[in-house]
């Protein structure tokens, strides 16, 4: 119950397109859901993240998606970019706990 | 500034060898963690501090002893590490407010035993 299933593992798109992450939960206690972004050899960032009293968040390029009822959640990255190339984590967490549970990741390639 | 500063960037120590990897926040941040990330996976919890006081231990070897200074201070003290224990070693903080809150990671040190 305390897992994060994150999809796809890997990801390939082009210069211009639209990347798609998805994450779903099964713990109906988690109020607070983050998205890393992690370059190789460096830590993860915080990218966006939403909570279960909005449907939808919008920062720039990236999206977050969230649908309480199917206990699922989206990352999607508009008119992606080479830089984006990464590996993005999501994560869950719930009120009062320190404790983040992550996906296990999906490394994105947006080729030129 | 949301930073995060960890020392040293890399480290390569021996197994009988003692070091200690610094973690540094000036964020006003109450709480403190330490991960371990292992290459194409995600960070893996070892320690929480909350308000200088450890709240989480996730049953880690006791050759990793944590340790919190002050409230901007976090070091991980390593001692007769294992080959396995080579990984990306990640602090991060956050403000620890009513809510689950945001966790500020910083780079990393790279950690090799061997």
């Known amino acids: 119950q305390q897992q994060v299933k994150q999809s796809p593992q890997s990801l390939i798109v082009q210069k211009g397109g639209i990347s798609i992450i998805n994450c779903a939960y099964e713990?109906?206690?988690?109020?607070?859901f983050p998205w890393y972004q992690q370059f190789p050899g460096k830590g993860p960032a915080l990218l966006i993240a939403?909570?279960?009293?909005?449907s939808e968040k919008k920062e720039g390029r990236f999206t977050i998606s969230f649908n309480k009822s199917a206990k699922q959640f989206s990352l999607h990255i508009m008119d992606s970019q080479p830089g984006d190339s990464a590996t993005y984590f999501c994560a869950a967490g719930s009120g009062g706990s320190e404790k983040l549970v992550f996906g296990k990741g999906t490394k994105l390639t947006v080729n030129p | 500034d949301t930073e995060v500063t960890q020392t040293p960037k890399h480290l390569v120590m021996g197994m009988t060898n003692k070091k200690s990897l610094k973690c540094e926040q000036h964020m006003g941040h109450r709480a403190m963690y330490w991960y371990k990330q292992k290459a194409k996976k995600p960070p893996e919890l070892m320690f929480v501090y909350s308000y200088e006081k450890l709240s989480i231990n996730e049953s880690v070897p006791s050759r990793f002893s944590p340790e919190c200074p002050n409230s901007s201070l976090l070091n991980l003290h390593l001692h007769a590490l294992q080959p396995e224990d080579s990984a990306l070693y990640l602090c991060a903080s956050s403000l620890k407010d009513k809510y689950t809150d945001t966790q500020y990671f910083g780079p990393g040190t790279r950690l090799t035993v061997l």
């Open positions: 713990n109906t206690a988690f109020d607070y």
């Open positions: 939403i909570r279960p009293d909005v």
